[in-house]
Antibody, heavy 119, light 111 residues
Framework: EVQLVQSGAEVKKPGESLKISCKGSGYSFTSYWIGWVRQMPGKGLEWMGIIYPGDSDTRYSPSFQGQVTISADKSIGTAFLQWSSLKASDTAMYYC????????????WGQGTLVTVSS | QSALTQPASVSGSPGQSITISCTGTSSDVGGYNFVSWYQQHPGKAPKFIIYDVSNRPSGVSNRFSGSKSGNTASLTISGLQAEDEADYYCSSYTSSSTLVVFGGGTKLTVL
């Protein structure tokens, strides 16, 4: 069974750094792209970017380029999303997704990680 | 403002059919058959229900169907059930540097 299991909720202060994780199992982790999707409170879905764990090729949405870093450690089957300096506007639910590369759809979703940034 | 336009809300009675539209441009919906749809119940992660415009993944009810005409894709739910009450999002590949665009989401209410 394919599963994406994300790390737990985080509460941070503005300016702090953060790295959240997404562990894939039940499939070949290095053969599928992993993506990240943001959902701000009461709002819709936003595509942030993707990484191919096989070679760490990474693509970002222009809206998120330079704001976050996507990485992966194929030895432990885990992808990461990190911030170097959080802002209050980063408060959101973040989902990792298994990303079908050719047709650009997301067939498996993690349970989500809620990030709250507040002073 | 989302790249793809969906109605904010739709409603229907049990047993009826409803259709949710998703309007883009020739750079996304109209130019490629890479439209997908997702269902999200409150407090839950989205669930994948349609891919490549009209294909259903294994395990998704055949009451859900997708189609496309020009720059507008549509999701139809037939035989509405109470459990269908949720938010629905469309998504498409785009030839812009964004690569993927979502609609703003549609809240389906089953009366």
């Amino acid at each position: 069974e394919v599963q994406l299991v994300q790390s737990g909720a985080e509460v941070k202060k503005p300016g702090e750094s953060l790295k959240i994780s997404c562990k894939g199992s039940g499939y070949s982790f290095t053969s599928y792209w992993i993506g990240w999707v943001r959902q701000m409170p009461g709002k819709g879905l936003e595509w942030m970017g993707i990484i191919y764990p096989g070679d760490s090729d990474t693509r970002y949405s222009p809206s998120f380029q330079g704001q976050v870093t996507i990485s992966a450690d194929k030895s432990i089957g885990t992808a990461f999303l990190q911030w170097s300096s959080l802002k209050a506007s980063d408060t959101a639910m973040y989902y990792c997704v298994r990303h079908q590369a050719i047709q650009y759809y997301f067939d498996y979703w993690g349970q989500g990680t809620l990030v709250t940034v507040s002073s | 403002q989302s790249a793809l336009t969906q109605p904010a809300s739709v409603s229907g009675s049990p047993g009826q059919s409803i259709t949710i539209s998703c309007t883009g441009t020739s750079s996304d919906v109209g130019g490629y058959n890479f439209v997908s749809w997702y269902q999200q119940h409150p407090g839950k992660a989205p669930k994948f229900i349609i891919y490549d415009v009209s294909n259903r993944p294994s395990g998704v009810s055949n009451r859900f169907s997708g189609s496309k005409s020009g720059n507008t894709a549509s999701l139809t739910i037939s035989g509405l059930q109470a459990e269908d009450e949720a938010d629905y999002y469309c998504s498409s590949y785009t030839s812009s540097s964004t690569l993927v665009v979502f609609g703003g989401g549609t809240k389906l209410t089953v009366l």
